[in-house]
């Protein structure tokens, strides 16, 4: 069983670009969950999508968004983006919301 | 912000000791997981625990869900150094709750 795919591994992106970053969940999967990480920081919960409704949210501003789809694949979007948006995204994916949570590799998203 | 209290910060040990840490919470978790993660790479699964007083073993590592069900434990017996890199904590207050996440416990392996 393929694990959590995450598109693409590495990003560099100037200020006041957008991006969105990709992930496919584990098959049968239907949470996903996605998480900010950076050293300062630690892991940071951006927000969580259960059957394609958002379904908890983190303290991020609106610039940060996402959506899934009915495959259960989920996409995240940051717009206008800022130097310290420069951290590693992940995504995570579970049976039911936020229990046993496995992660993908990430997405290292630098900002120049 | 984050209401997992994970300690310690870093430990640095020399090959064959054993590591334990842990973490605590201001609210009661129904489930604990334990992840580890490698440079460059998203964190692995270790150990899910779902009821107070579960000790879980998976090879050299122990994790057991405190009775009060706001703390939980990790242990590595017989550190390797492969052992290297950084330990999470996570719980969850209900079902449809967020994952809370602590801050993570460096483990540096010296031979």
């Known amino acids: 069983k393929a694990g959590v795919t995450q598109t693409p591994r590495y990003l560099i992106k100037t200020r006041g670009q957008q991006v969105t970053l990709s992930c496919s969940p584990i098959s049968g999967h239907r949470s996903v969950s996605w998480y900010q990480q950076t050293p300062g920081q630690g892991l940071q919960f951006l927000f969580e999508y259960f059957s394609e409704t958002q379904r908890n949210k983190g303290n991020f501003p609106g610039r940060f968004s996402g959506r899934q789809f009915s495959n259960s694949r989920s996409e995240m979007n940051v717009s206008t983006l800022e130097l310290g948006d420069s951290a590693l995204y992940l995504c995570a994916s579970s049976w039911q919301v936020n229990t046993e949570a496995f992660f993908g590799q990430g997405t290292r998203l630098t900002v120049v | 912000g984050q209401q997992l209290n994970q300690s310690p910060q870093s430990m640095f040990i020399q090959e064959g000791e054993d590591v334990s840490m842990n973490c605590t919470s201001s609210?009661?978790?129904?489930?604990w997981l334990w992840y580890k993660q490698d440079p460059g790479e998203g964190p692995v699964l270790l150990i899910a625990?779902?009821?107070?007083?579960e000790l879980t073993s998976n090879g050299r590592l122990t994790a057991q869900f405190g009775i009060t069900r706001k703390d939980s434990f990790l242990n590595i017996s017989a550190s390797i150094p492969s052992d290297v890199g950084i330990y999470f904590c996570a719980g969850q207050a209900d079902s449809w709750g967020k994952l809370q996440f602590g801050a993570g416990t460096q483990v540096v392996v010296t031979p």
């Open positions: 625990l779902y009821k107070a007083g």
């Open positions: 609210s009661i978790f129904n489930t």
